[in-house]
Protein backbone atom coordinates (compact mmCIF):
# COMPACT_ATOMS: atom_id res chain seq x y z
CA UNK A 1 0.00 0.00 0.00
CA UNK A 2 1.40 3.63 -0.84
CA UNK A 3 1.72 6.54 1.49
CA UNK A 4 -0.69 8.19 -0.75
CA UNK A 5 -3.35 5.02 -0.14
CA UNK A 6 -2.70 5.07 3.60
CA UNK A 7 -2.58 8.81 4.29
CA UNK A 8 -5.87 10.31 6.38
CA UNK A 9 -8.54 11.87 4.49
CA UNK A 10 -9.32 15.26 5.55
CA UNK A 11 -12.42 15.29 7.42
CA UNK A 12 -15.90 17.46 6.46
CA UNK A 13 -15.40 20.86 7.90
CA UNK A 14 -18.95 21.42 10.37
CA UNK A 15 -21.70 24.38 9.15
CA UNK A 16 -22.77 24.53 12.70
CA UNK A 17 -21.66 24.42 16.45
CA UNK A 18 -24.90 23.35 17.33
CA UNK A 19 -24.84 19.47 18.03
CA UNK A 20 -27.93 17.99 19.97
CA UNK A 21 -27.41 16.16 23.07
CA UNK A 22 -28.48 12.58 22.61
CA UNK A 23 -29.37 11.49 26.54
CA UNK A 24 -31.71 14.43 26.17
CA UNK A 25 -33.67 13.25 22.77
CA UNK A 26 -37.16 12.49 23.31
CA UNK A 27 -38.04 8.98 23.39
CA UNK A 28 -40.42 7.94 20.86
CA UNK A 29 -43.99 8.09 21.14
CA UNK A 30 -46.07 4.55 22.74
CA UNK A 31 -49.22 3.87 21.14
CA UNK A 32 -50.45 2.97 24.42
CA UNK A 33 -51.82 5.47 27.08
CA UNK A 34 -50.55 5.45 30.04
CA UNK A 35 -52.80 3.86 32.67
CA UNK A 36 -54.11 6.64 35.35
CA UNK A 37 -53.49 5.65 39.31
CA UNK A 38 -57.09 6.01 40.10
CA UNK A 39 -58.18 3.59 37.75
CA UNK A 40 -58.82 0.38 39.96
CA UNK A 41 -57.00 -2.95 38.70
CA UNK A 42 -60.66 -4.71 37.58
CA UNK A 43 -61.21 -2.30 34.92
CA UNK A 44 -59.42 -2.16 31.95
CA UNK A 45 -60.30 1.85 31.12
CA UNK A 46 -61.64 4.03 32.64
CA UNK A 47 -64.62 4.01 30.29
CA UNK A 48 -65.19 0.54 31.89
CA UNK A 49 -65.03 2.12 35.62
CA UNK A 50 -67.56 4.84 34.74
CA UNK A 51 -69.97 2.61 33.41
CA UNK A 52 -69.88 0.16 36.27
CA UNK A 53 -70.46 3.16 38.59
CA UNK A 54 -73.20 3.89 36.57
CA UNK A 55 -74.96 0.57 36.70
CA UNK A 56 -74.21 0.35 40.93
CA UNK A 57 -76.11 3.67 40.85
CA UNK A 58 -79.30 2.88 39.25
CA UNK A 59 -79.39 -0.67 41.06
CA UNK A 60 -79.76 1.28 44.09
CA UNK A 61 -81.85 3.70 43.10
CA UNK A 62 -84.37 1.46 41.78
CA UNK A 63 -83.76 -0.75 44.73
CA UNK A 64 -84.26 2.36 47.42
CA UNK A 65 -87.41 3.30 45.24
CA UNK A 66 -88.72 0.00 45.61
CA UNK A 67 -88.20 0.18 49.68
CA UNK A 68 -89.97 3.74 49.58
CA UNK A 69 -92.94 1.91 47.29
CA UNK A 70 -93.77 -0.85 49.62
CA UNK A 71 -93.03 1.06 52.76
CA UNK A 72 -95.95 3.80 51.73
CA UNK A 73 -97.95 0.34 50.72
CA UNK A 74 -97.69 -0.98 54.08
CA UNK A 75 -98.52 2.35 55.35
CA UNK A 76 -101.43 2.82 53.86
CA UNK A 77 -102.83 -0.73 54.34
CA UNK A 78 -102.42 0.03 58.14
CA UNK A 79 -104.02 3.31 57.79
CA UNK A 80 -107.08 1.43 56.02
CA UNK A 81 -107.13 -1.30 58.70
CA UNK A 82 -107.39 1.41 61.20
CA UNK A 83 -110.41 3.28 59.55
CA UNK A 84 -112.00 -0.99 59.35
CA UNK A 85 -111.77 -0.75 55.78
CA UNK A 86 -112.16 -4.58 55.10
CA UNK A 87 -109.99 -6.86 52.70
CA UNK A 88 -112.14 -6.41 50.07
CA UNK A 89 -115.77 -5.11 48.20
CA UNK A 90 -117.44 -8.30 49.52
CA UNK A 91 -116.67 -7.09 53.33
CA UNK A 92 -119.13 -3.97 52.99
CA UNK A 93 -123.14 -4.58 53.68
CA UNK A 94 -125.60 -2.79 53.80
CA UNK A 95 -127.79 -1.98 57.11
CA UNK A 96 -130.19 -4.29 58.46
CA UNK A 97 -133.59 -3.39 56.42
CA UNK A 98 -132.09 -1.65 53.84
CA UNK A 99 -132.19 -3.56 49.98
CA UNK A 100 -129.29 -3.89 48.34
CA UNK A 101 -128.99 -2.08 44.68
CA UNK A 102 -128.95 -3.90 41.65
CA UNK A 103 -125.95 -5.73 40.36
CA UNK A 104 -123.65 -2.54 39.18
CA UNK A 105 -125.27 0.29 41.75
CA UNK A 106 -124.16 -2.46 44.10
CA UNK A 107 -120.08 -3.36 42.85
CA UNK A 108 -119.82 1.28 42.07
CA UNK A 109 -120.80 1.74 45.63
CA UNK A 110 -119.00 -0.56 47.24
CA UNK A 111 -115.70 -0.28 44.90
CA UNK A 112 -116.11 3.71 45.27
CA UNK A 113 -115.98 2.78 49.18
CA UNK A 114 -112.42 0.88 49.06
CA UNK A 115 -110.62 3.35 47.22
CA UNK A 116 -111.19 5.82 49.33
CA UNK A 117 -110.62 4.13 52.35
CA UNK A 118 -114.43 4.00 53.87
CA UNK A 119 -114.52 1.61 56.71
CA UNK A 120 -117.77 -0.43 57.18
CA UNK A 121 -119.23 1.16 60.07
CA UNK A 122 -118.94 4.65 57.91
CA UNK A 123 -120.42 2.60 54.82
CA UNK A 124 -123.43 1.67 56.33
CA UNK A 125 -124.06 4.90 57.84
CA UNK A 126 -123.58 6.67 54.56
CA UNK A 127 -126.00 4.35 52.67
CA UNK A 128 -128.45 4.62 55.77
CA UNK A 129 -128.25 8.78 55.34
CA UNK A 130 -128.48 8.82 51.45
CA UNK A 131 -131.24 6.45 51.59
CA UNK A 132 -133.30 8.54 54.30
CA UNK A 133 -132.76 11.15 51.83
CA UNK A 134 -134.70 10.02 48.93
CA UNK A 135 -137.41 8.78 50.92
CA UNK A 136 -140.76 10.41 50.99
CA UNK A 137 -142.11 12.38 53.87
CA UNK A 138 -145.48 10.98 53.65
CA UNK A 139 -146.75 13.27 56.94
CA UNK A 140 -145.74 16.50 55.05
CA UNK A 141 -147.05 15.64 51.73
CA UNK A 142 -150.27 14.81 53.25
CA UNK A 143 -149.76 18.26 54.65
CA UNK A 144 -149.87 19.57 51.59
CA UNK A 145 -152.83 17.63 50.26
CA UNK A 146 -154.95 19.90 53.37
CA UNK A 147 -157.66 18.74 55.61
CA UNK A 148 -159.29 15.95 53.29
CA UNK A 149 -156.03 14.02 52.13
CA UNK A 150 -157.29 10.87 53.05
CA UNK A 151 -160.88 11.26 51.01
CA UNK A 152 -158.33 12.76 48.21
CA UNK A 153 -156.37 9.64 48.17
CA UNK A 154 -158.75 7.21 48.17
CA UNK A 155 -160.82 8.76 45.49
CA UNK A 156 -157.66 8.66 43.46
CA UNK A 157 -156.82 5.44 44.03
CA UNK A 158 -160.66 4.25 43.50
CA UNK A 159 -159.91 6.11 39.94
CA UNK A 160 -156.97 4.45 38.96
CA UNK A 161 -157.76 1.13 39.71
CA UNK A 162 -160.92 1.66 37.82
CA UNK A 163 -159.58 3.16 34.92
CA UNK A 164 -155.94 2.15 34.70
CA UNK A 165 -154.38 -1.47 33.34
CA UNK A 166 -152.70 -3.60 36.25
CA UNK A 167 -149.70 -3.94 34.46
CA UNK A 168 -149.31 -0.17 34.72
CA UNK A 169 -149.09 0.05 38.51
CA UNK A 170 -145.45 0.10 39.45
CA UNK A 171 -145.37 3.31 37.46
CA UNK A 172 -148.60 4.64 39.22
CA UNK A 173 -146.65 3.90 42.08
CA UNK A 174 -143.87 5.56 41.63
CA UNK A 175 -145.79 8.52 40.42
CA UNK A 176 -148.13 9.03 43.62
CA UNK A 177 -145.23 9.62 45.77
CA UNK A 178 -146.04 12.89 46.62
CA UNK A 179 -149.04 15.81 46.62
CA UNK A 180 -148.04 16.51 43.30
CA UNK A 181 -148.46 13.19 42.20
CA UNK A 182 -152.08 13.09 44.26
CA UNK A 183 -152.63 16.22 42.06
CA UNK A 184 -151.59 14.67 38.75
CA UNK A 185 -154.55 12.26 38.99
CA UNK A 186 -156.75 14.67 40.41
CA UNK A 187 -156.31 16.68 37.11
CA UNK A 188 -156.99 13.18 34.74
CA UNK A 189 -159.76 13.13 36.91
CA UNK A 190 -161.33 16.42 36.05
CA UNK A 191 -160.15 16.43 32.25
CA UNK A 192 -162.09 13.11 31.98
CA UNK A 193 -165.21 14.55 33.83
CA UNK A 194 -165.07 17.73 31.43
CA UNK A 195 -165.33 15.11 28.49
CA UNK A 196 -168.73 14.02 29.49
CA UNK A 197 -167.78 10.96 32.08
CA UNK A 198 -169.85 11.39 35.19
CA UNK A 199 -168.38 9.79 38.56
CA UNK A 200 -169.81 6.68 39.58
CA UNK A 201 -171.30 6.27 43.40
CA UNK A 202 -167.24 5.63 44.41
CA UNK A 203 -166.24 9.37 43.52
CA UNK A 204 -164.53 7.86 40.33
CA UNK A 205 -165.74 8.30 36.41
CA UNK A 206 -166.87 5.99 34.58
CA UNK A 207 -166.90 6.68 30.55
CA UNK A 208 -169.87 6.59 28.38
CA UNK A 209 -172.13 8.19 31.34
CA UNK A 210 -174.45 10.80 29.96
CA UNK A 211 -174.89 13.68 32.23
CA UNK A 212 -178.34 15.06 33.32
CA UNK A 213 -179.22 17.44 35.51
CA UNK A 214 -180.41 15.14 38.25
CA UNK A 215 -176.90 13.68 38.74
CA UNK A 216 -175.24 16.47 38.75
CA UNK A 217 -176.86 18.38 41.23
CA UNK A 218 -176.86 15.08 43.09
CA UNK A 219 -172.86 15.45 43.22
CA UNK A 220 -173.43 19.06 44.36
CA UNK A 221 -175.60 17.65 47.12
CA UNK A 222 -172.37 16.26 48.45
CA UNK A 223 -170.62 17.98 51.78
CA UNK A 224 -167.86 17.61 49.37
CA UNK A 225 -168.96 20.46 47.14
CA UNK A 226 -168.10 23.75 48.25
CA UNK A 227 -165.36 22.06 51.07
CA UNK A 228 -162.89 20.13 49.26
CA UNK A 229 -161.90 22.34 46.54
CA UNK A 230 -161.09 19.21 44.08
CA UNK A 231 -164.45 18.41 44.28
CA UNK A 232 -166.03 21.05 43.90
CA UNK A 233 -164.01 22.23 41.00
CA UNK A 234 -165.25 18.61 39.12
CA UNK A 235 -168.80 19.54 39.78
CA UNK A 236 -168.55 22.71 38.09
CA UNK A 237 -166.76 20.95 35.46
CA UNK A 238 -169.57 18.77 34.83
CA UNK A 239 -172.07 21.54 34.54
CA UNK A 240 -169.42 22.57 32.16
CA UNK A 241 -170.03 19.47 30.32
CA UNK A 242 -173.39 19.65 30.54
CA UNK A 243 -174.56 22.59 28.75
CA UNK A 244 -171.94 21.68 26.27
CA UNK A 245 -173.81 17.91 25.63
CA UNK A 246 -176.84 19.86 25.59
CA UNK A 247 -175.81 22.54 22.92
CA UNK A 248 -174.97 19.92 21.16
CA UNK A 249 -178.26 18.09 21.25
CA UNK A 250 -179.87 21.33 20.23
CA UNK A 251 -177.91 21.26 16.80
CA UNK A 252 -178.43 17.86 15.82
CA UNK A 253 -182.15 18.21 16.64
CA UNK A 254 -182.62 21.49 13.67
Known sequence: MSAEETATEPSEAPSTLFQPDASEAEAPASDTPERP???????????DQAKAYSDLYGAYSKKTEDMRAEVKAEAA???????????????YTYPEGFEAPDGEIDLTLKEWAKSNNVGKEAFESLISDVYSKTQTNFDAEMEKLG??????????????????????????SK????????????????????????????GTTTPQKSLTRDSIRK???DPRFGDDNEYTDMVRGQWQAFAKQQEAAQRQRR
Open 37 to 47: EWLLEKFNSPE
Open 77 to 91: EDYAKSLGVPDDIDG
Open 147 to 172: EHADTRISRVNKWITKNVDEAHFDKV
Open 175 to 202: VMQDANGVEFFEHLMKRSADRGFAPDDL
Open 219 to 221: MQA
